[in-house]
């Protein structure tokens, strides 16, 4: 019933990760380039690690968690973006589970 939909999920899901992935890394290179702190370089490594547990057909991603916990105190709005990629692809997720039911 949801096949089509389900698509379209998948598809800007993973636009959407893509794009903060990558804008998340070079935010977190050029951060640390100009002030050399371990802790930007840290969260470096682990989104690089985070990306390989990528899962779009069934909208898993760890690397918005690690981007939201850089943004925190940093930038308010990429904070909340990924805030709402965190929580966005959770509840479609539940509410496709219980359609199907």
């Known amino acids: 019933m949801f ?6 999920i998948v598809i800007v899901f ?15 290179w050029r951060e640390y380039r100009t002030s050399k702190e371990k802790s930007v370089l840290y969260f470096l490594i682990v989104l690089v690690i985070t990306w390989f547990w990528f899962n779009p057909y069934e909208l898993v991603a760890l690397h ?7 943004y925190w105190n940093r930038n308010r709005w990429m904070r909340n973006a990924m805030l709402v990629l965190v929580l966005v692809p959770f509840v ?7 359609a199907s039911m």
């Open 3 to 8: 096949s089509g939909f389900d698509n379209v």
């Open 14 to 28: 993973w636009i959407a990760t893509f794009i903060a992935f990558f804008k998340g890394a070079y935010d977190m």
């Open 64 to 70: 918005p968690f690690v981007l939201m916990a850089y």
């Open 92 to 98: 479609i997720r539940v509410w496709l589970i219980a």
